[in-house]
């Protein structure tokens, strides 16, 4: 297109709201959005369950519904999306690529059972310290 114009778009997926920040060639803030979990809570959607696992799901939902937002406004092309995380997480996915659970993050209260599974001499077979962090 010829008035269309590029741009990058990084996301922070972060432990209480998700950022958008779109900028163009030369680094000028073209739009800026946050979503708060608190206020997606207020509107039944929840992020965290009770043992703190994440609905990657929903991120996901979210994040791309910023991203069509935020393209459907604006006459820019992005040549990157960027994204950055709150930590180590796992996503158990199915052989579709579907979430099979919530992911487990480094708040995810219930990971000190896994670690113990691990046995002893999980240091020594992996060269790794054991850890419910990640």
């Not at 979503?35 to 609905?55: A, M, P, T, V």
């Not at 579709?96 to 670690?115: C, H, K």
């Amino acid at each position: 297109m010829k008035n269309e114009h590029v741009c990058a778009i990084g996301f922070d997926v972060g432990s209480s709201s998700i950022k958008l920040l779109m900028v163009d060639g030369t680094g000028n803030i073209l739009i800026e959005k946050n979503r708060d979990y608190s206020s997606l809570k207020q509107q039944g959607f929840h992020i965290w369950d009770e043992e703190r696992k994440i609905n990657a799901s929903l991120l996901y939902e979210i994040c791309i519904d910023m991203l069509k937002s935020s393209l459907s406004h604006q006459n820019e092309k992005p040549l990157v999306i960027s994204f950055s995380g709150f930590g180590p997480s796992v996503v158990i996915l199915d052989k579709y690529g579907n979430p099979l659970q919530y992911s487990l993050t480094y708040a995810y209260q219930g990971a000190e059972n896994y670690v113990k599974q691990l046995g002893d001499d999980f240091q020594k077979r992996t060269g790794c310290l054991p850890s419910k962090s990640y």
